[in-house]
Every structure is written in C-alpha cells, then in structure tokens.
T-cell receptor, first 113, second 113 residues
Framework: GNSVTQMEGPVTLSEEAFLTINCTYT??????LFWYVQYPGEGLQLLLK?????DKGSNKGFEATYRKETTSFHLEKGSVQVSDSAVYFC????????????FGRGTSLIVHP | NAGVTQTPKFQVLKTGQSMTLQCAQD?????MYWYRQDPGMGLRLIYY???????DKGEVPNGYNVSRLNKREFSLRLESAAPSQTSVYFC????????????FGPGTRLTVL
C-alpha cells in the first residue's frame, strides 16, 4: 500500500534560518504530492502541491520538488519567520483504485525570534 | 463562502453516550472525508464518501458510522463512545476523489470520560 514518511520533529530554528523537512513516499503509479500546514487550533490547509515528476510546487516562500527517482518531496524555505511555526504534513493521493489519501505523521516546526 | 464547517467545536461525553458530529461544505465538492488526529499518529481516515450516495471505510472505522445526507453534508456518529475515541476530528472535502487537494474544517475536539 501507499505510505509517506517524514522526519520527526520538533524542528527548532532561529528566525531567518534555512528550513528543510524531508518527505519520502511509497506508491504505485504516479501520485500527486502535497504539503499541508496546520497552525495551532486550526484545521489543515494546503501549502503547495505537485502533480507530476520534476514539478516544483511553491507558495509563501516554501518550495518542494517532486523527485520520482528518489521518491521524495522535501519542503524547503530559505528564511523562516516566527509566523511559520506550525505542524507540516506531507501527503499523497492518486486516482483509480483506492481513493484514500495518505498522510505523513506531521513535523512540528518551532521558530524562535 | 464558509468552506467546510463543523459542529460542535468541543464536546465532552461519558462512556457509552452517543453523539453525531456534523459537517457541511459549500464548495459543491463531490468527495468528503472524516479523519481523527491523535498525538504522534498524524491523521487517520475514518470514513469517506467519494460521491453523493456512497460511503466507504477508511483505516479506523470501528465504532463509527457515517451518513452522506446530501452533497453538502456528511455526518459522523459515535453510537457508544469509548475513551479511546477521545481525539480531534476533522472533516474535509475535495472536488473529486484521488488527485485533488482537500479542504479541511476547523475540527471538533472530543473528550470521552
């Protein structure tokens, strides 16, 4: 079956530091890949997505590239802010067969001033 | 445009009591989902409805039932609550099953004593 593995947290950074959160996946075929963000007390919201190999998703300074050869979709940001403190979820989904989306366990990011 | 709404926001039950969590979306989406979120476990799918008139089990359906009342509404029922069902419950919707991003509600925090 499908699976998503992302690095355990919490990740603690100082403001303006570089962020990488690793995500690797297992899936048959060609899934779509997503990063969702969850701020305290809220539901998840889409941060970015990529639907085919070598696509780069980007939003709010965050980027992730769909790497089929390494089955990865790592999240990066060049300079984090305190307001980026949240939990980040990597996820995949695909059409046909099972429609069940697969989420990673989430990585908590804490950014200090 | 409210997106995905959930009621109630908080609920405390005693073991054995029943309750229904309500979810509605105003985006004319075909697919709807119920998840639970527990510390260290990420999101786990309880039930989903790929389209109006259909429902299917997810990863953790035991102890729950669902009803897709119409295209807008998807309710989750706990017939006899147990302490193991203490969790935060999220409803989500997507335009179609599979490749589309999901839109999440704000969640219901349920405690079963």
């Amino acid at each position: 079956g499908n699976s998503v593995t992302q690095m355990e947290g919490p990740v603690t950074l100082s403001e303006e530091a570089f962020l990488t959160i690793n995500c690797t996946y297992t899936a048959t075929g060609y899934p779509s890949l997503f990063w969702y963000v969850q701020y305290p007390g809220e539901g998840l919201q889409l941060l970015l997505k990529a639907t085919k190999a070598d696509d780069k998703g980007s939003n709010k300074g965050f980027e992730a590239t769909y790497r089929k050869e390494t089955t990865s979709f790592h999240l990066e940001k060049g300079s984090v802010q305190v307001s980026d403190s949240a939990v980040y979820f990597c996820a995949l989904s695909q059409s046909g067969g099972s429609y069940i989306p697969t989420f990673g366990r989430g990585t908590s990011l804490i950014v200090h001033p | 445009n409210a997106g995905v709404t959930q009621t109630p926001k908080f609920q405390v039950l005693k073991t054995g009591q029943s309750m229904t969590l309500q979810c509605a979306q105003d985006m004319n989406h075909n697919s709807m989902y119920w998840y639970r979120q527990d510390p260290g476990m990420g999101l786990r799918l309880i039930y989903y409805s790929a389209s109006e008139g259909t429902t299917d089990k997810g990863e953790v359906p035991n102890g729950y039932n669902v009803s897709r009342l119409n295209k807008r509404e998807f309710s989750l029922r706990l017939e006899s609550a147990a302490p193991s069902q203490t969790s935060v419950y999220f409803c989500a919707s997507s335009e179609a099953p599979g490749l589309d991003e999901q839109f999440f509600g704000p969640g219901t925090r349920l405690t079963v004593l």
